[in-house]
């Protein structure tokens, strides 16, 4: 693997998607480029609704497997190259190390209006973000299991975390939840690799091309948003209380970029 997606241009991730596309790898739809590209649904050897690299993409409107469904199979589009690239590595890690069939998210693709009806122009109307929800995968004696932020890591109660919710007052002092000696330990290291995974490709310590710092861990500051993130916001979409049910990834900056 080359450098990270986020220390990269967009010349050059646009450039190793296309080696991944020439190894039957991935499909790029439409006439892409190095300002912007469209996943298409491979299986490695055919096309297949929303499969990249292996792993079934998948939108989970509710955020949860509780209740509701996934949405039809769709591949991702109008995707900052580097967003793109580090999504692909994602789901070949995920395929590798879990056997993961399906991927589950909240927001990839690029596009879209903000409240007002304007065309949205922050890192996720620019392709460049990806809220991450969860997987379905299969083990070894072909029973499937899932796993989703919401249901298995940001509403898990614990003693730091009574009733699912971290205590009004506790401010930056947070800590990974899962590291309670009562939480189950595939699901805990499940999500700790995930997470070290993800601040490994994407945004990290900065919003900077940082290139192979070691990743900040659950509780840190960092770009990676997720249940347990130091930041708190109630009532906006910004801090924690806002990624109870997904990880937020960017590449760049969140605002627009130029």
Known sequence: MSDPARAM?????????????SGDVIRLEGQGG????????WDGEQPQDG????????????????????????????????NALALVRLCQWLKDTYNVVELYHLGISGGGVDSQGRPRTDCHGQGRAVDFVGVKAVAE???????????????????????????PGTGSDTFYRLDDEDADP?????????????????????DGPDGLDTPTSIGERSFVM???????APG????????????????GVTGTAA
Do not use: C, M
């Not at 906006?236 to 590449?251: C, D, S, V, Y």
């Open 9 to 21: 241009s967009k010349e050059d991730a646009y450039a190793e998607l296309l080696d991944l596309q």
């Open 34 to 41: 190095p300002d912007g590209v469209s996943l298409d649904g």
């Open 141 to 167: 004696d072909g029973e499937e299991w899932t796993l989703t932020v919401s249901d298995d890591w940001g509403t898990v109660s614990t003693a730091a975390t009574p009733g699912g919710n971290w205590p």
């Open 186 to 206: 595939f699901t805990r290291d499940f999500w700790r690799a995930v997470y070290e995974f993800a601040a490994s490709e994407w945004q990290d310590r900065t």
């Open 226 to 232: 997720h249940p347990d993130h130091p930041a708190t």
């Open 51 to 82: 499969n990249v690299a292996g792993v079934v993409v998948r939108y989970l409107a509710s955020g949860t497997v509780t209740f509701g469904q996934p949405s039809h199979p769709a591949a991702p589009d109008r995707l900052d190259p580097r």
């Open 236 to 251: 906006t979409p910004h801090g924690r209380e806002a990624h109870k049910n997904h990880i937020h990834l960017q590449i």
